[in-house]
């Protein structure tokens, strides 16, 4: 299967709308760069819902990254402690039931982890840059996501 396949079985692009351009389009010139670029390194994907966090663990993986997953908060920061020297990015989910994406970052920057994070959330990307304008989030993925948005988040939150 196809790593565009799997994203986009996280959810359905908005109609009309180029997949590239429902996210921070910068970084990524054409649907070839997507596919050729190769990632490295250690991410941390944090999300509560399993399937997400399994697919998105199976796309980062075959684009060249070692994956970790958590499923909460608490969780996530024991990652965070653990893999600190490894850690490239944390791809963290707003709303979790034991503590927020926000409160975790703010956890994780008390603890001195000054990798890139991306949060994730449903919320429309305006939206989002008004209510977490200033957290120090390094960017924003809404969902659903496809591989494109994906990669062009993400190259632009590991300045690549």
């Not at 796309?59 to 920061?77: H, I, K, P, R, Y």
Request: charged content about 25%; aromatic content about 4%.
């Amino acid at each position: 299967m196809q790593p565009q396949r799997l994203v986009g079985r996280l959810g359905r692009a908005t109609p009309g709308v180029p997949a590239t351009t429902r996210s921070d389009p910068a970084g990524i010139s054409s649907d070839e760069d997507v596919h050729s670029w190769r990632g490295s390194g250690l991410i941390l994907v944090v999300d509560d819902e399993p399937a997400v966090a399994r697919v998105t663990e199976m796309v980062l993986d075959q684009c060249g990254f070692s994956v970790n997953v958590a499923t909460s908060g608490v969780e996530a920061l024991r990652h965070m402690e653990r893999f600190r020297d490894q850690l490239r990015l944390v791809l963290i989910d707003l709303t979790m039931p034991d503590q927020s994406g926000i409160e975790v970052m703010q956890a994780a920057r008390r603890l001195g982890l000054a990798v890139p994070m991306v949060l994730t959330s449903g919320y429309p990307n305006d939206e989002a840059d008004k209510r977490f304008e200033g957290d120090g989030f390094s960017g924003y993925l809404q969902k659903p996501y496809r591989l494109e948005v994906l990669m062009t988040v993400l190259r632009r939150a590991l300045g690549e």
